[in-house]
């Protein structure tokens, strides 16, 4: 925990200098050396015959030297550009704060956004007691109740985590940048920001909820084996959806935050939350949908939340949000290639079996496999046929995305504005 702390504050101080590199390397390196370590010590000492509870404390050894490393990564990039750093302050008029003053304005800032992480693991404890009692109403027995919850708390909602990975860095770098923005008064420059952000968010989180749908059952097969996959793939196809909305109300968060609008988000995601509470509780009790109910009910919750951050981010903002180019292009891109990947994985899958199988591989690992490689190709080409991406938003890929934009607008695939 102090680890981390510390940590957290140095990523914050990077990130509001929008110095990303070492905010990235950090992540990698606690990752690498928590997961290395954690899994080396614990496999070592297994086949040594330690007792478990011996293993399980290497493995937290593992997680504490994982922050250890991260918090090293950050203390010498500081070291490097701390002279540069105050070179630059050296020539500016600086305009100094009291202590009082500061932790006021950091308050004011933190607490908001600490409730807002409190919010979700609340959500998902109040998962943990509403949804078994709702299926034991609906009248599933305890082990068969408590064997749907764990098919969607432990199985289908790590696999809607996932796609979040790009919308969490996404804000990280947003925040910082549309509040420099805000406070040197270029609206426009914080509009397009803003736009590109979402726009960005939904051209990567809408065909993964569409993918993750249409090829539930497939996916959940292929990760968790024939007898646990397709109980996932049920409230995983409705779950999937959530997704899209999470983006939304990630990313809106971002800019509200960046806006220095940070109670927003907050009082958002709680009615988001009760909406969720209101839903869980008549949803899950229906027999028909039984744990479908409850991942319907957390989709009712991200819709709720993310439409109110969505108006409130316009109405502070005045942010005026292209819905064709942001969020209609993108669906109708992944629409296309959720038939693609339905299509592909039914003839394959179909075509293997009908041949006594895939070789190695299962015949549903194989046909998933292609289905989704397929999807991704169809995808790509529809995103350039509805013009969802421009030749300019593409050359802000460093290296390489210049040359390809100016290669797609010489064959007329692609839009220079």
């Known amino acids: 925990i102090f680890l981390?702390?510390?940590?957290?504050?140095?990523?914050?101080?990077?990130?509001?200098?929008?110095?990303?590199?070492?905010?990235?390397?950090?992540?990698?390196?606690?990752?690498?050396?928590?997961?290395?370590?954690?899994?080396?010590?614990?496999?070592?000492?297994?086949?040594?015959?330690?007792?478990?509870?011996?293993?399980?404390?290497?493995?937290?050894?593992?997680?504490?030297?994982?922050?250890?490393?991260?918090?090293?990564?950050?203390?010498?990039?500081?070291?490097r550009i701390r002279p540069r750093l105050l070179a630059q302050l050296r020539k500016r008029d600086l305009h100094y704060e009291s202590t009082g003053s500061l932790v006021r304005e950091l308050l004011a800032l933190a607490v908001p956004i600490t409730i807002g992480g409190i919010v979700l693991p609340l959500m998902q404890l109040i998962d943990a007691s509403v949804v078994p009692r709702r299926l034991l109403a609906a009248g599933f027995s305890q082990a068969e109740a408590t064997g749907l919850y764990g098919q969607l708390s432990g199985m289908a909602t790590p696999l809607i985590n996932l796609p979040q990975m790009f919308t969490v860095a996404l804000v990280a770098s947003l925040i910082p940048s549309i509040a420099e923005a805000m406070s040197l008064g270029k609206r426009q420059l914080m509009q397009y920001r803003s736009t590109m952000a979402l726009k960005l968010a939904m051209m990567f989180n809408l065909p993964a909820a569409v993918g993750?749908?249409?090829?539930?059952?497939?996916?959940?097969?292929?990760?968790?084996?024939?007898?646990?996959?397709?109980?996932?793939?049920?409230?995983?196809?409705?779950?999937?959806?959530?997704?899209?909305?999470?983006?939304i109300q990630q990313t809106t968060s971002g800019i509200l935050q960046g806006l220095g609008k940070t109670h927003l988000p907050v009082i958002n995601l709680f009615f988001g939350a009760m909406a969720k509470l209101v839903a869980t509780i008549f949803l899950t009790a229906i027999p028909a949908l039984n744990i479908r109910g409850s991942a319907l009910a957390t989709l009712i919750g991200f819709i709720v939340s993310s439409t109110l951050n969505f108006r409130a981010m316009r109405r502070v903002s005045g942010i005026n949000v292209s819905i064709g180019?942001?969020?209609?292009?993108?669906?109708?891109?992944?629409?296309?290639?959720?038939?693609?990947?339905?299509?592909?994985?039914?003839?394959?899958?179909?075509?293997?079996?009908?041949?006594?199988?895939?070789?190695?591989?299962?015949?549903?690992?194989?046909?998933?496999?292609?289905?989704?490689?397929?999807a991704g190709l169809v995808y790509l080409v529809l995103i350039l046929l509805t013009g969802s991406l421009t030749a300019q938003e593409l050359s802000y890929i460093p290296k390489v995305g210049p040359r390809v934009a100016k290669l797609l607008v010489k064959l007329h695939l692609i839009r220079e504005e």
């Open 4 to 79: 981390v702390a510390l940590m957290s504050g140095m990523r914050g101080f990077f990130q509001g200098l929008q110095e990303m590199v070492p905010y990235a390397i950090s992540q990698m390196m606690e990752q690498v050396v928590r997961v290395g370590l954690a899994l080396g010590l614990g496999l070592f000492l297994l086949t040594a015959g330690r007792e478990p509870k011996v293993v399980a404390g290497a493995i937290s050894l593992g997680v504490s030297l994982g922050a250890f490393s991260g918090l090293m990564v950050l203390i010498i990039a500081y070291i």
């Open 212 to 247: 993750l749908s249409v090829l539930a059952s497939p996916i959940a097969i292929l990760l968790y084996g024939p007898e646990s996959g397709a109980g996932v793939g049920r409230p995983l196809s409705v779950l999937a959806f959530v997704v899209a909305f999470l983006a």
């Open 325 to 374: 180019h942001v969020f209609l292009r993108p669906l109708v891109a992944s629409a296309g290639m959720g038939v693609s990947a339905v299509y592909t994985y039914s003839w394959l899958n179909n075509w293997l079996l009908s041949r006594g199988g895939g070789g190695l591989v299962s015949p549903n690992t194989l046909a998933t496999l292609v289905a989704i490689g397929v």
